[in-house]
């Protein structure tokens, strides 16, 4: 069956960076893309970027471009979300998903990161 | 960006009546293709979303058949037949057509 499993909570400083892993089984990694989308608290979904699995293209959502970089590695079907400079605004639920043609259908467990002093 | 908006925000509703939530796009959401990329999604509380429906009517499987998508261009419904306690929860509708990809601002479904 499809699984994403994420990374653990996440605890970091202003300034700081973190970058969540989200490892994919159950179908073949490089056939499907990979879109991430956080959820700060009480709020509703964002979509953050998309990662094309069998060629590392990316779209990223204009208001963290410069800040963030998707990448993944094939040889272990796993992506990953790496985000820079924290501000306590990046507070939320970081979830990745599976994409197939224009939808996602499978999404991870979600990874909470909380960026505090 | 295209901007996605729900009506209502909030939906009470008794259990076994039916309910609708409303999504609006700010650009027609037909591709070249042809196809339509318009997504619902249900987040109960405490969980990950989850996939309902996909181009606008395609139910995933193991979703009742309680729940139904419909509409076109940029007007689109989400159609619950009889409310029941398990879908409390919010949805979101999400358009896949233009980057970058955008969703609702959600409608949270409560029982009366």
Same mark, same amino acid.
């Given at each position: 069956?499809?699984?994403?499993?994420?990374? &653990?909570?996440?605890?970091?400083?202003? &300034?700081?960076?973190?970058?969540?892993?989200?490892?994919?089984?159950?179908?073949?990694?490089?056939?499907?893309?990979?879109?991430?989308?956080?959820?700060?608290?009480?709020?509703?979904?964002?979509?953050?970027? $998309?990662?094309?699995?069998?060629?590392?293209?990316?779209?990223?959502? %204009?208001?963290? %471009?410069?800040?963030?970089?998707?990448?993944?590695?094939?040889?272990?079907?796993?992506?990953?979300?790496?985000?820079?400079?924290?501000?306590?605004?990046?507070?939320?639920?970081?979830?990745?998903?599976?994409?197939? $043609?224009?939808?996602?259908?499978? $999404? &991870?467990?979600?990874?909470?990161?909380?960026?505090?002093? | 960006?295209?901007? !996605?908006?729900?009506?209502?925000?909030?939906?009470?509703?008794?259990?076994?009546?039916?309910?609708?939530?409303?999504?609006?796009?700010?650009?027609?959401?037909?591709?070249?293709?042809?196809?339509?990329?318009?997504?619902?999604?249900?987040?109960?509380?405490?969980?990950?979303?989850?996939?309902?429906?996909?181009?606008? =009517?395609?139910?995933?499987?193991?979703?009742?058949?309680?729940? =139904?998508? =419909?509409?076109?261009?940029?007007?689109?419904?989400?159609?619950?037949?009889?409310?029941?306690?398990?879908?409390?929860?919010?949805?979101?509708? !999400?358009?896949?057509?233009?980057?970058?990809?955008?969703?609702?601002?959600?409608?949270?479904?409560?029982?009366?």
């Amino acid at each position: 069956q499809v699984q994403l499993v994420q990374s &653990g909570t996440e605890v970091k400083k202003p &300034g700081a960076s973190v970058k969540v892993s989200c490892r994919a089984s159950g179908y073949a990694f490089n056939r499907y893309g990979i879109s991430w989308v956080r959820q700060a608290p009480g709020q509703g979904l964002e979509w953050m970027g $998309w990662i094309g699995t069998h060629n590392g293209e990316t779209h990223y959502a %204009q208001k963290i %471009q410069g800040r963030v970089t998707m990448t993944t590695d094939t040889s272990t079907s796993t992506a990953y979300m790496e985000l820079r400079s924290l501000t306590s605004d990046d507070t939320a639920v970081y979830y990745c998903a599976r994409e197939t $043609w224009g939808t996602v259908d499978f $999404w &991870g467990q979600g990874t909470q990161v909380t960026v505090s002093s | 960006d295209v901007v !996605m908006t729900q009506s209502p925000v909030s939906l009470p509703v008794t259990l076994g009546q039916p309910a609708s939530i409303s999504c609006r796009s700010s650009q027609n959401l037909v591709y070249t293709d042809g196809n339509t990329y318009l997504n619902w999604f249900q987040q109960r509380p405490g969980q990950s979303p989850r996939r309902l429906i996909y181009k606008v =009517s395609n139910r995933d499987s193991g979703v009742p058949d309680r729940f =139904s998508g =419909s509409g076109s261009g940029t007007d689109f419904t989400l159609k619950i037949s009889r409310v029941e306690a398990e879908d409390v929860g919010v949805y979101y509708c !999400m358009q896949a057509k233009n980057w970058p990809w955008t969703f609702g601002q959600g409608t949270k479904v409560e029982i009366k």
